[in-house]
T-cell receptor
Framework: SQTIHQWPATLVQPVGSPLSLECTVEGTSNPNLYWYRQAAGRGLQLLFYSVGIGQISSEVPQNLSASRPQDRQFILSSKKLLLSDSGFYLC????????????FGPGTRLTVT | AQSVSQHNHHVILSEAASLELGCNYSYGGTVNLFWYVQYPGQHLQLLLKYFSGDPLVKGIKGFEAEFIKSKFSFNLRKPSVQWSDTAEYFCAVILYNQGGKLIFGQGTELSVKP
């Protein structure tokens, strides 16, 4: 089965600073990858998804961007953080072999101060 | 637009009580549905899924869910909850024509009193 790694686990950053969250996947190849943000009482909101290297789809307009430099690496970035970027960020992977459930990483708790 | 709605935001039960968490979806195409669970301090993990066939699906830890197409529902049930079922539960629908992304409901927090 797949294993999703995310780091850092927690991050406290000042407003206006840059952001880079990393996600890597083990146990599969050519996965579809996803970034979600989880907010209390609002479920999980899909931010970006990628079906391959260099292919990024953005779901909501925001201050964040995503990149996929390698097959099993997915990065969430920002040039200048806003207070509203605080939240819990989850990376997920879906294998391309036909299994449709997504596997989730442990998440990163981001606090923008 | 496609959406998933979970009606119960916070449910509090005593051990041995029966559980039913509501989930309704809004999607006109073929649906595949999931329930995910997030135990305190743990990863989000798959509880059960419906793809086709028997609309009553069984998952891990004694959970089951029934897909009722006419009601656009996929409610989660467990006949007798345990303290260890305390967690947040999410219903989701997959959109195949959009990279297989999942649309999640708002989540239901379940607290089971020992």
């Amino acid at each position: 089965s797949q294993t999703i790694h995310q780091w850092p686990a927690t991050l406290v950053q000042p407003v206006g600073s840059p952001l880079s969250l990393e996600c890597t996947v083990e146990g599969t190849s050519n996965p579809n990858l996803y970034w979600y943000r989880q907010a209390a009482g609002r479920g999980l909101q899909l931010l970006f998804y990628s079906v391959g290297i260099g292919q990024i789809s953005s779901e909501v307009p925001q201050n964040l961007s995503a990149s996929r430099p390698q097959d099993r690496q997915f990065i969430l970035s920002s040039k200048k953080l806003l207070l509203s970027d605080s939240g819990f960020y989850l990376c997920a992977s879906r294998g391309a072999s036909g299994t449709y459930e997504q596997y989730f990483g442990p998440g990163t708790r981001l606090t923008v101060t | 637009a496609q959406s998933v709605s979970q009606h119960n935001h916070h449910v509090i039960l005593s051990e041995a009580a029966s559980l039913e968490l509501g989930c309704n979806y809004s999607y006109g195409g073929t649906v595949n549905l999931f329930w995910y669970v997030q135990y305190p301090g743990q990863h989000l993990q798959l509880l059960l899924k419906y793809f086709s066939g028997d609309p009553l699906v069984k998952g891990i830890k004694g959970f089951e869910a029934e897909f009722i197409k006419s009601k656009f529902s996929f409610n989660l049930r467990k006949p007798s909850v345990q303290w260890s079922d305390t967690a947040e539960y999410f219903c989701a629908v997959i959109l195949y024509n959009q990279g297989g992304k999942l649309i999640f409901g708002q989540g239901t927090e379940l607290s089971v009193k020992p």
